[in-house]
């Protein structure tokens, strides 16, 4: 009777931990690499939908160089076209919380991302391009 009732908690368990993870689950948009690099920027990014908006996500191994202001943009030049002149031109998205690490920002509302072609960082204290990947 013992081993019933093991069995039932754990099954419980799974099917709980199953239910929570289908909750949660999100939508990749987009995603890729940085591909146009100004200033020592690794790791990857994605646009994802979750049920209460759509974030831009960097990764667990995203790194870059400190720097003051950095800011995240979604833009509509492609990535090589992307650079000191023009970073800033896109739609701000965040300012950017850390230089490495996993971190998500909520878009702002009614974007229409199929307007978009990269994912910028930009430092727009010192109108710096910074790093830039194409969204695909």
């Not at 690490?101 to 991302?113: I, R």
Request: with cysteine; hydrophobic share 45%.
């Amino acid at each position: 009777m013992t081993f019933i009732k093991s069995l039932m908690v754990m099954l419980g368990i799974i099917i709980g931990t199953a239910a929570a993870d289908a909750a949660y689950a999100q939508d990749q948009v987009a995603g890729g690499s940085f591909s146009n690099i100004a200033m020592k920027t690794s790791g990857s990014w994605s646009l994802e939908t979750r049920a209460d908006g759509v974030y831009a996500v960097l990764s667990d191994d995203f790194k870059t160089r400190k720097a003051p202001d950095l800011k995240i943009f979604l833009h509509t030049s492609a990535a090589g076209d992307v650079g000191n002149d023009n970073a800033a031109d896109g739609v701000f998205v965040a300012e950017l919380k850390s230089h490495k690490g996993a971190q998500a920002y909520k878009l702002p509302a009614g974007l229409d991302l199929a307007s978009f072609r990269s994912f910028v960082i930009h430092c727009e204290q010192y109108s710096k391009f910074w790093a830039a990947g194409t969204i695909s």
